[in-house]
């Protein structure tokens, strides 16, 4: 940064004649923040591809006297998130810090910005507030979705998963049947508890019963073997 100087990992250089950081995006980002961070989208100055840095400060105190990056080119982020999937229909999508999209199922929305793509209120200001909000619904090309948002902290990044209504039941299905499964074991677990504590108490109180008889009788030798340290004994 001091010496206004890009150094590339193949031994390019670029001298400020030939490139002003000062202009860019990425480096006023970081400027700012002054820690790790994620750049949002933009067209590489060497072969004007569309790339996102990950980069990270050199700082002297709290100046800032380089910064080392890691460009990512869409299309290679694109085949990564491609290989994601949610269920067997759902997907997921990325926004960038400048709530332009750079991953998207359809190459069609691809860097364009939140408002251009034209999802709901809801979903536009849960994505631009940069809010994590489960399960919104929204229809997009008549198809009916659930779509969860979550923000990632450091990247200013937001993700979108989207989903079927009737996967999102499904779910909710196995949700269910899990839950009433655990309750039920519980119960029965919980009888079969109760179960021989009862018949060790009645058999306790039988026992207490007979010798108590037999005493009333006036045989007043009689031993009661004990096995607990309760009421009962």
């Not at 670029?14 to 400027?31: H, L, N, V």
């Not at 080392?68 to 491609?82: A, P, Q, R, Y």
């Not at 810090?97 to 999802?119: A, F, K, R, W």
């Amino acid at each position: 940064v001091n010496a206004r100087q890009l150094v590339q990992s193949d031994g390019l250089i670029f001298t400020r004649s030939t490139f002003d950081a000062d202009s860019r995006e990425w480096y006023q980002q970081i400027k700012e923040k002054q820690t790790a961070c994620v750049s949002g989208a933009y067209a590489d100055a060497v072969n004007g591809d569309l790339v996102v840095t990950v980069m990270a400060p050199i700082l002297r105190g709290t100046t800032l006297q380089a910064v080392v990056g890691v460009d990512i080119s869409i299309s290679e982020l694109s085949n990564m998130l491609s290989e994601m999937t949610i269920g067997q229909s759902g997907y997921v999508v990325l926004f960038d810090s400048t709530n332009h999209c750079v991953y998207h199922p359809q190459d069609e929305y691809i860097m364009m910005s939140l408002d251009e793509i034209g999802y709901s209120q809801e979903l536009t200001s849960a994505v631009g507030n940069g809010q994590t909000v489960e399960n919104i619904s929204v229809q997009r090309g008549g198809v009916d979705l659930y779509v969860t948002t979550t923000f990632l902290d450091g990247s200013d990044y937001m993700v979108l998963g989207a989903f079927s209504p009737e996967e999102f039941q499904s779910y909710l299905d196995q949700v269910t049947w899990l839950m009433v499964s655990y309750i039920g074991a519980c119960i029965v677990i919980l009888l079969v508890i109760v179960t021989v504590l009862g018949i060790r108490v009645v058999k306790g109180i039988k026992e207490l019963t007979s010798a108590a008889g037999k005493i009333a009788k006036g045989q007043l030798d009689v031993e009661i073997q004990t096995r607990s340290s309760d009421e009962v004994g």
